[in-house]
């Protein structure tokens, strides 16, 4: 496992400076000092190769996952723990996971296989995103699953937009104050707003059941 | 002229469904039913076609720009006609261009001159943008250009998430008025905190200059 997990981190760099063009088999291994063919050996396809980068990204993930619920569980702090985690993902180390991850979405478009992987990471992400978002907010476990939707929905829609950005090199924003400033003005639109009605269609979004509240 | 157009038009469509590893030269050529050889003929290098089809897509943008300020300019109507555009963008024929643009937009954090053309199409469409929520605002004519400014980086950076969730066949919304209820909400959050100070840095941003209010 740990030759696979170094191959992996080689085709991250790779992804994140080159491009999905720039990734070849015989570069990883050249890019991870290692004999030439030994990554062919370990993924026999371009595709196993993705994913198992997508894979590889997971774990990272998690395990930034892991350190920030670690202890007392998710917790009201200031900054909180979505902006900074949010905040960290534009600048290296983790930037280079994020466009990696980008070049990988793009892929996986064309390919299913990488796709489901990824939504993976992506449904995690959703939940603490909501899971945060709620404990946030005053009074947030009295609110409406469908208000709690929508917030969700919005708000990581805006977080999407800004990790777009970052990955470009374009940063609008630089600290996780600023960003939990941001996240605060667009809740308490949006709170306003979604008590006159539903505001985005969950129904349209590729949102899994089994993350219900 | 009409040629180009008609192999930047296929490159587009390629781009669009099989991803910037898709687009060669020769698929351009059997993809718009031309001899093999026509493309290269047109565009010599990968990057001179990549350049060719951004610009192509730059001149789709300005037509739909202008038939959107046509007649007695941008007036406030409902649905906006910027929640028009950005929806419109999710649904084909105008998501197959969004796909590619997405395409070149990975391309270009390696292709500076293709970077280049792309960001003249973000310019014009950041300031079109910035035009119909001044517009759309009560009184925003008398808004600070600070909080314009506030209120243009944050909603865009939204549309930015929204068009890419389009672009992966995400639908979290479905129609123009859902968007300007969304954009509305936003707003009113985010002028009720930029009074308190500053949300985005705009210097910090890839903003043009000369896009001074």
Known sequence: MERRRELCDAAIQLLAVDGAK???????DRKAGVADGTTSFYFRTRSALLRGVAERLAEL??????SIVDGA?????????????VIQSGMEPQLSLTKAR??????ATRDPALAAILQQSTDAFTKLHRDILVRLMPRGDELEPAVVEDLSNITLTFINGLL????????????PEQLDAILAALASGILKASKAGRLTDTSAARVLPDHSL
Do not use: C, W
């Not at 993930?61 to 892991?66: K, P, S």
């Open 164 to 175: 777009l950005r970052f990955a470009h090199g374009d940063r609008i924003i630089t600290s």
């Open 73 to 85: 569980g998710i917790k009201p702090s200031s900054p909180s723990q979505l902006s900074v985690m």
């Open 61 to 66: 993930d998690l395990a930034n996952l892991q």
């Open 22 to 28: 720039g990734l070849s088999h015989l570069k990883v």
């Open 102 to 107: 980008y070049e990988l979405t793009m892929q």
